[in-house]
Structures are given as structure tokens and as C-alpha cells.
């Protein structure tokens, strides 16, 4: 337990990934005064802390987004973080995917996201607040079968570079945790088998490049936190090193190389 | 054999009856291509883009389509099956952008450019796939450096072609099998009619003035030439790149004011901070 977040306010997208409820608890555990959800379609995850807000606010639904945008004017405190781990991931080759995976991408992982932080910037800005985005090492690196999903998540490092650039003069801060899966049991993606024998074998069994929830957890707790306080507009490779290049160990096998 | 060369080969040029469009196709042209010119309402300018090209020998023809409906794409596609004998250079030029900031960016606009910058993009290149896998031919993507440093006032553009820089990646790993090259040019402000489209067009002039190391707009004929060289069999061993041809204003920082500011600095300042 510890008091640094004292009376913060803290606003999360994504309820339905049990990364989202440690994510909350973080946050309850380190003294926030209000940690909320925003209830979408997807529901919420069955370990969310009950002390967690519930806002009946679906960010694809206009006339929700209208009444929660009117409470957070209301709110003269403002928002101290934006967490948005809300992630439709849409996988399969260019030449397969169809308009609707590439609309359903761009709408969830970009549009949406885009009018979200929109909706919250002056309550942030009251706040000096700090916005976390996730991303996808898919965006600066192109892996075979990822579909629409690394290239909208490109987009989402951009635009929250230019969040960055131009709401620092407001003191907020904008960060992106760019990451390949997490290992999140039901919600992982069978197709992402193509990732595995892409990098270095995590030494606890997982496959390569899937994360611990909880690390993914450290890292948006570390940049929503005042520790951070010099990083802004960065995308933060979090993959356990999956981007630094390819796995030659069976190459090498298959060639002899001692 | 001449590598530079284009002799025979056909090029669809997305809004490639003006501006950088039409300074590409007439590059492509002057090294022997054939090629075909979508545009979305200017068709005078297309036909006399046209004109031009048969006039130095070539074969051109116009399609009209825009490109953010799949119908027109579908359309369009279809034209270049039926009517040519094959397809060896995609050029997805075709653009559009909302000037605004990132709090005040509205969600049509938004999303229109997404749609034309994007999603067309990628619903062209798999239209035409099973002709570029025939010829083994080569797609070409334009970008902006917006994409890699933000600018004022051009997040919806800026986005956006970070996405297109992504799709040239994921088209050059997932059709290199086929013999298919997917690259794209990365431009800073060129001196078109689109610069007229920001709030403060002046500024910008005055902005790709001074930040450019050559201290000069570009045109649209200083971009033209990488184009068709990335089309041709010297850029063959090139693929998932996009090169920045920006006259410099990425590459780093200009320090001629600090070193003014310095030279001005006295002794005493400078025995001050040590």
C-alpha cells in the first residue's frame, strides 16, 4: 500500500480484460480516490474490484458519451489518468481480411480512442493529467497474418504522439505501451501462434512475446505515475524483446553451426 | 538490358491527373510506361494529363472513381481487368486530410481520411492483387513525414499516413512471395494546390522554406524521380521502405540560431554557467 495516488481520479477503457482489473487495483491500492470503468458491450471482467466505478458509458454509443462527457465537466477535480487497454484485434492476411475487419479495427482502436481522449481533455487538462493508449509492436514491425491490427495500431502510436505534442502546453502527458499478446487466458488469440517462434523463450514457459498481465501492469502504472514524469509521446516497446530481431537457434540447429 | 527502363509495363496512378500524380505519371511515362489515371472530380485536368502522355507515344486513359467508396474501387478495378493486358505499377497517390487539432478534429472528416487513405489502399491493392502477382510488379504508397513528426494542426493526415507506412510493410512481407515490391515515398510540404487547404498556408511555405537544408519548397518534380525509381528493376532489392524525400527537414536540427546566440554569449556568461 502506498498514498502516492492520494485522491487521484482514474479513468479506465477495457473493463473486460482481467489486465484492466489489476490495472484498477493498482490504482485502488495506491490510495486513488475514484477508479472507474466505462461499461461497454464486452462487459467486465469477473476479478474487478467491486470498489470500482461502474459508468453505464459505451464509448461507440453517441448519446452515452454525451452524458458522461457532461459529468466529467461537472467533475471540478478532473482526471489525473486515462488507461484505454480496449483492444479488437482483427488478424488474418491482407489478401483475406474483409472491409468489415478493417472498418472494426480502425473504429475500435483508433476512432473511438481518439474521441474518448477528446471527451476527456478538459477534465484532464484540469488535472494535468496523464494518458496511457496501448499499441502493438505490429505497427513499426510487419508480421506475416496480423491483418489490419498492426497497421491501425501504427496509427495509434501517431496519434498519440501528436496528442503529446500538442497537449503538453496543458501539462498532460500521452504514452503508448506497444505490446505483441498478453496472456490473458480466454481473450488470447489462437492466431497469434504465429508470433511464438519469433523471439527469445521466456525462461518461465510462456511463449515469446506473451506478457504477464502484471507486467503490462507495471509499465502503465509507471507512466501514468509522476516517475515519468520527462517521458512523453514515447512508445514503450513492451514484448520481452520480440522486436529486437529473430530467433536463429533453429536455423542454427538445422545448419550445424558449432 | 536498361534497369531504368519502363518500356511495356502499365501503371495505375491514383489522383494522378494533378499535382504529384501527374508529375509521376509523366515520369513513368518518359521511361516507356502506359498508364491509366484515376481522378475524382478534376477530369478536365485528368484528360489533359492524358493528352500529354499520348503525345509523347504512350497509351493513357482516365477512369473517374473516388477512391473512399469501395463501390468506385470496385469499379475502378474491374476497368483495369477488363481493359488492360496487364498491371505492373499500383500508385496509390490519392489523398485526402482535415486540418484541425487533435481536441477539435471532427469524427466525419476523421474518418474520410481514414477511409481514403487507408482502407483504399489496402481494398485496391487486394482488388488487383491477382494482376500484380502475374506481372510480379510493384505497388507504390505516398506518405507524409507528418507521420513520423507531428505538426500543427495535421493529426487526421499525419495519422493516417503512419497507417499507410504500416500497410506498405505488412504488403511487402505478406505479397514478397508473389515477386511483389511495396514501397512508399515519404514527402514534406510540396508547392501544390493542397497547401492552400491549410489554415495558414503561408506559414507552412515559409515553414518547408526554412526547414528544408536546400532552404527551398519542394516541387512536385523533385518527387517524381524517386517514384519511378522505386517502379524500376534498379530499385528491385527494395521493399517495405519508405524513403523520406523531404529536402532534409527530418534529418535533424538546424543549429544556426544557437550558434548565433552563442557567438554572442560574453566571456563573462560563460565564466558565469562554469
Known sequence: MSDMRKGQKILIWGAERPTASLLAQRYLDQGAADVAILLDERGVDKNMPAEVRRIDCDPANPRQMRAFGKELAEDKHGLDVLAIIHDETRLGYLSDNSLDDWQQSLK??????????????????????????????????????????????????????????????????????????????????????????????????????????????????????????????????????????????????????? | MDRRSLEGRWALITGGGRGIGRAIALELAERGADLILNYKSGKDAAEAT????????????????????????????????????????????AAFGTIDD?????????????????????????????MLKQSRGCVLSLSSIGAVMPFPQYVAIGVSKSATEALVRQMAVEWGRYGIRVNGISAGPVDTRAIDWFRYPNAVRQFARDKSVFKRMAEVDDLAPVAAFLCTDEARWITGQTIIADGGITIGIDSTDFDAQAAGSTEAELEDRS
Not at chain 1, 520480440?242 to 545448419?255: A, I, K, R, V, W
Not at chain 2, 481514414?114 to 483504399?120: G, I, K, L, P, Q
Open chain 1, 108 to 258: 475500435h482502436n483508433l476512432h473511438l480512442v481518439l474521441q474518448l481522449s477528446q471527451l476527456a481533455y478538459p477534465a484532464l487538462k484540469l488535472a494535468k493529467g496523464n494518458v496511457a493508449l496501448l499499441g502493438s509492436i505490429g505497427g513499426p514491425y510487419a508480421y506475416t497474418g496480423f491483418g489490419p491490427t498492426g497497421v491501425v495500431r501504427e496509427a495509434t502510436h501517431t496519434m498519440s504522439r501528436y496528442m503529446a505534442s500538442e497537449w503538453i502546453k496543458d501539462g498532460i502527458r500521452v504514452n503508448t505501451v506497444a505490446i505483441a499478446v498478453i496472456a490473458e487466458g480466454e481473450t488470447e488469440h489462437n492466431e497469434l501462434r504465429l508470433l511464438r517462434a519469433r523471439s527469445l523463450p521466456r525462461p518461465d514457459g510462456l511463449f515469446p512475446g506473451h506478457a504477464h498481465p502484471e507486467e503490462i501492469v507495471d509499465i502503465f502504472d509507471f507512466i501514468t505515475s509522476p516517475k515519468a514524469r520527462w517521458l512523453t509521446g514515447q512508445i514503450l516497446m513492451a514484448d520481452g524483446g520480440m522486436s529486437l530481431g529473430l530467433n536463429f537457434d533453429h536455423f542454427l540447429e538445422q545448419t550445424n553451426f558449432t
Open chain 2, 50 to 93: 492524358a493528352e500529354e502522355l499520348r503525345a509523347m507515344g504512350r497509351e493513357a486513359w482516365t477512369v473517374q472513381g473516388d477512391v473512399r467508396k469501395p463501390a468506385d474501387l470496385d469499379k475502378l478495378a474491374a476497368e483495369v481487368i477488363e481493359r488492360c493486358p496487364h498491371l505492373d505499377i499500383l500508385v496509390l497517390n
Open chain 2, 102 to 130: 487533435v481536441y477539435n478534429v471532427g469524427r466525419a472528416s476523421w474518418k474520410a481520411t481514414f477511409d481514403t487513405n487507408v482502407v483504399a489502399s489496402w481494398y485496391l491493392g487486394k482488388s488487383l492483387l491477382p
